[in-house]
């Protein structure tokens, strides 16, 4: 098929200097896979705005498209697992990493990656959430999981605005939990309570203490985003037998913290990765973001776009910039 569609295309000019561009490609290019899916949506996510300035951490392999997210439908399927026209999602894995991505109109994948779009949900809503509200998802099942419930006091989300802590505050909120949204952004109070947060602090009363060996109980559990320093003070900050979900590193990767949270008040420390996990949970997460767990506020959590406006939303998601969740249309 030599069917030519647009795409976002970032390219090497020379030794770490990357330049992106919106162009024509050709579905001849795309990779081998089972599955070509002609994409209507996808998300920008943190990890897309580290592909595109050519992070190694994320992508080696230049020119090269992002999209870590996209929705669609099933154009060719050579194994039998999907027909064509059927709905699907793909978030993880290693789309939009050193796989074409959700950034083109068409991707090219292996069956094994794909969800088919569940009942309830719309292409959309799906890319709404995305890596980051499936990320979300995954840091409250694995807290409630742990034994945290709502009657147990206030839930912290650290780097409360982004995509996964909006989403966090949201979801917390719908599960009937006392979640307590923490940013920097002094401005998007209103924002972060329309979300549902009961309360919104500065980073200054989550680092305050945390020069300490433990600091005063107070969270029930946590849900953190950004890591470093946040990270240690909200281990340092959770009440005995609570428990702390990490997923996130855009404020550091290393975690400076001693044992006392663990030994004297029995915490428990949760890592969540979205990108390799398997199909069984992964679509038990889809159909309670579907049904139970769908959101309200999904609008009010949106900025759409399409590929033509990324560029722009790209360099500020790097700058700190922005919030909520950047919905791309590729038909836009």
């Not at 109070?189 to 500065?202: E, N, S």
Request: with cysteine; aromatic share 6%.
């Amino acid at each position: 098929m030599s069917e030519r569609y647009t795409a976002m295309l970032v390219e090497q000019v020379e030794k770490r200097k990357f330049e992106r561009k919106i162009t024509e490609r050709s579905i001849d290019d795309l990779p081998e896979g089972e599955l070509l899916v002609r994409v209507r949506y996808s998300s920008l996510n943190f990890k897309d705005a580290l592909s595109s300035i050519g992070n190694p951490g994320v992508s080696r392999n230049f020119p090269h498209t992002p999209g870590i997210d996209a929705a669609g439908e099933i154009v060719e399927c050579s194994d039998g697992s999907f027909k064509p026209g059927d709905e699907v999602l793909i978030t993880g894995f290693d789309l939009g990493m050193n796989t074409a991505g959700g950034f083109g109109q068409y991707i090219r994948i292996p069956s094994k990656w794909v969800v088919a779009l569940p009942a309830g949900l719309t292409q959309k809503e799906a890319m709404v959430y995305g890596t980051a509200g499936f990320t979300a998802g995954l840091s409250l099942l694995a807290m409630a999981g742990a034994g945290v419930k709502p009657a147990d006091g206030e839930i912290l989300v650290t780097g409360a605005t982004g995509g996964v802590g909006s989403v966090a505050i949201a979801l917390l909120a719908k599960a009937g939990y006392q979640a307590v949204a923490a940013t920097g952004k002094a401005d998007q109070v209103d924002f972060l309570k329309g979300l549902g947060a009961a309360d919104v602090v500065g980073r200054d009363v989550v680092l305050e203490g945390a020069d300490k060996p433990m600091m005063r109980e107070r969270w029930a559990g946590v849900i953190d985003c950004v890591g470093g320093d946040y990270l240690a003070a909200a281990i340092k900050s959770t009440k005995y037998g609570g428990t702390v979900t990490c997923c996130g590193l855009t404020a550091s990767p290393d975690l400076n913290i001693n044992v006392f949270p663990f030994i004297l008040r029995g915490v428990s420390l949760l890592g969540i990765d979205s990108v390799e996990c398997p199909m069984e949970p992964r679509l038990a997460l889809w159909n309670k973001l579907a049904g139970d767990w769908k959101l309200d506020s999904l609008d009010a959590l949106t900025d759409e776009c399409g590929l033509d406006g990324l560029d722009a939303r790209i360099d500020a998601m790097l700058k700190g910039e922005l919030k909520g969740r950047t919905l791309v249309n590729l038909d836009k």
